[in-house]
């Protein structure tokens, strides 16, 4: 297999890796760089300026702001997102009644189509589930109040995404409302290779079904739930938390400053305020806690590999 | 369970357990705590599909009406079915070209972002070269970086090249964000496929490329399309790219042109026709994915599980 093989994988290489190069690679180093000048990015000039934009970061109360919320979503969202995914998962594969004669477990009825609804959201743009929603909380003609106002909870109409105490959790319910389907097939499918065999086992043993969630299914979802937690934790810092506050937020951030996440910071910064910089600044921030966060999970995480 | 075999097709779309006979004489013993927690479970599980699906059937009868009707009565059904909020978000709020335009960038991308993602894990994963395993890790990492990082610089690079609000540049850019999990995925995937045809291929004197091409590729087919839908509803539904770097009105995709809409409602108010765009957005992804359901959940879990 010798022959030609170098030409092979450098013309095989070259454009893929050059594309990345250029448009990934390049500006992620780019951005580290900038984060020491004073560049604007209206105009090419700039100069270095060492600490200073890290310096002013620190004193940076919006910034504090968005740290604080933007850890939150990278805490809470994945924790209750798993949560109620772990529980629809189980209760669709091993909630179902025990029969005569029929398997040790199984799942209720109709557990293909929950699986088939719940994914629903999944397939839509976070885009466009953001835009639905911010409809649907809308105080006065919105889905969600007048939803309470016809089974006579006329007097609870909160504003929600106007309340700066009740806007961000108001977002983070969006992206908890679009994420737990993928968990639940994702968990599903996980559980059903658990060999039948242990279940029984368990069962004979006298264990209930909280009993075997926690010491049966739970230990040996741990790798997929751990995975699941990192790939959740980063959209959560990154991309999805940026089109849900950005659309959905008035501001975007607010109001007050209330749900303002790093990741849109960024964005505001540089390509409102035209401080390039700075935002870079930020964003070097943002890959710190990024890398932080998935750190901590997989260490945190690590258990000894059982296998089955 | 978790590793880096293809994935099977049909795992996880079938009911994991057989799915009820009438519950005869089960065994006296627990069946009332089973009882009242397959009462709560399922009670659970039925909300859950409720709170799933209210939102978008309520986005469905809000198309069909009046904005009167939308303010005063949010919950009723329409009166009668307004079909010229349709015809309006079709023709009057550009939803035509934002779909034109997003079939034209994810098309371009799509095909982009496989033939080049593939070339390059098939050399990752067959070939021992110097700097193998370092392009490998470059690809990978690309994955769990913020992306908005890279984004303040990328503007400028795209800005200084000329491809600043044109479509090729924005398939550039998205084939670029995809390659790191496409590369990934495929690498393993390649890794699975046996040596032997190769060789074979090889030894009847077929290049390295003919026997990429006419071999390896074929046989990586159920790769491909998972690892296709999954860049494809990725790409489809990608808002961050677009809105930083495509801000020229008349290139906007779908996402970017119906947020950009609704900011303008506030001065138009036809909001029964922005409602209309935003189902019609939605409707062609919900009904693939119902169509093509056993395979969509497969792209889009693979990644996860490994």
């Known amino acids: 297999m010798q022959h030609g093989k170098y030409r092979f994988i450098v013309g095989f290489l070259t454009v893929p890796l050059g594309l990345y190069a250029l448009f990934v690679v390049w500006p992620f180093i780019q951005s580290i760089y900038y984060s020491f000048t004073d560049w604007t990015g209206l105009s090419p000039e700039f100069k270095m300026v060492g600490f200073d934009n890290y310096k002013r970061m620190f004193h940076d109360e919006i910034f504090w702001k968005s740290l604080q919320h933007s850890l939150l979503f990278a805490l809470v969202l994945p924790l209750v997102t798993i949560s109620l995914a772990l529980f629809f998962a189980f209760m669709i594969n091993v909630g179902g009644r025990r029969r005569a004669g029929g398997p040790v477990i199984s799942g209720v009825r109709g557990s293909s189509f929950y699986k088939i609804v719940y994914f629903f959201p999944q397939v839509l743009s976070i885009a466009i589930v953001a835009l639905l929603f911010a409809f649907a909380y809308n105080p006065d003609s919105g889905a969600i109040n007048s939803l309470l106002r016809g089974i006579g909870l006329d007097s609870v109409q909160p504003l929600w995404l106007g309340d700066p105490s009740l806007a961000l959790w108001c977002v983070m319910a969006v992206l908890v409302w679009s994420s737990v389907g993928f968990f639940v097939v994702l968990f599903s499918a996980g559980m059903a290779s658990i060999p039948a065999e242990l279940y029984e086992a368990a069962l004979l043993d006298g264990a ?9 299914t739970l230990p ?37 400053y209330s749900t303002t996440v790093l990741v849109l910071y960024v964005y505001q910064k540089a390509f409102r305020d035209g401080q390039a910089a700075y935002a870079t600044t930020i964003g070097v921030a943002l890959l710190v806690v990024t890398l932080a966060f998935a750190a901590i999970v997989m260490r945190l995480g690590r258990r000894e590999r059982l296998e089955f | 369970m978790k590793t880096t075999e293809p994935p099977v097709p049909a795992e996880s779309g079938v ?14 013993r627990k069946k009332k705590e089973g009882r009242v927690l397959s009462v709560f479970s399922h009670g659970m599980l039925i909300l859950w599909a409720f709170m799933v699906v209210l939102p978008l059937v309520w986005a469905v009868m809000t198309s069909f009406k009046s904005d009167s009707a939308i303010f005063s009565s949010p919950w009723a059904l329409p009166d009668k079915l307004h079909f010229d909020n349709w015809a309006r978000a079709w023709t009057d709020a550009n939803m035509s070209d934002y779909f034109f335009n997003t079939i034209l960038v994810v098309g371009g991308s799509l095909i982009g972002t496989l033939v080049l993602g593939s070339m390059a894990a098939y050399v990752l994963a067959r070939f021992d070269f110097p700097g193998n395993r370092f392009i490998y890790f470059l690809f990978i990492g690309g994955m769990s970086f913020p992306i908005m990082l890279a984004l303040v610089p990328l503007f400028y690079v795209v800005n200084n090249m000329g491809l600043l609000n044109t479509i090729h540049g924005l398939i550039l850019v998205y084939i670029a964000y995809s390659l790191p999990f496409t590369v990934f995925f495929l690498t393993a995937f390649f890794r699975t496929l046996p040596t032997s045809v190769a060789e074979a291929a090889f030894v009847d004197g077929a290049s390295h490329t003919r ?24 790409q489809w539904n990608q808002y961050m790219l677009p809105t930083v770097l495509n801000t020229d009105p008349d290139k906007r995709v779908l996402t970017q042109g119906l947020v950009q809409l609704a900011a303008s ?12 765009g935003l189902v019609m957005a939605m409707l062609p992804v919900l009904a693939a994915y119902i169509v093509f359901q056993r395979q969509v959940v497969q792209g889009l879990t693979a990644g996860a599980l490994k």
């Open chain 1, 208 to 216: 209930n079904r909280m009993t075997t969630f926690f010491r049966l």
């Open chain 1, 220 to 256: 040996l979802l741990w790798d997929t739930v751990m995975s699941g937690w990192v790939y959740m934790g980063i959209l959560a810092l990154g991309a999805e938390s940026f089109a849900v506050v950005q659309i959905m937020t008035t501001g975007p951030g607010g109001p007050d």
């Open chain 2, 15 to 28: 009911p994991v357990a057989k799915v009820d006979t009438p519950p005869g004489n089960s065994p006296k």
């Open chain 2, 211 to 234: 026997t990429f091409f006419q071999i390896m590729l074929p046989m990586a087919k159920p790769g491909l399309i998972s690892v296709g839908i999954f860049n494809f509803l990725g």
């Open chain 2, 265 to 276: 409602q506030g001065y138009k108010g036809d909001w029964s026709g922005l409602f209309a």
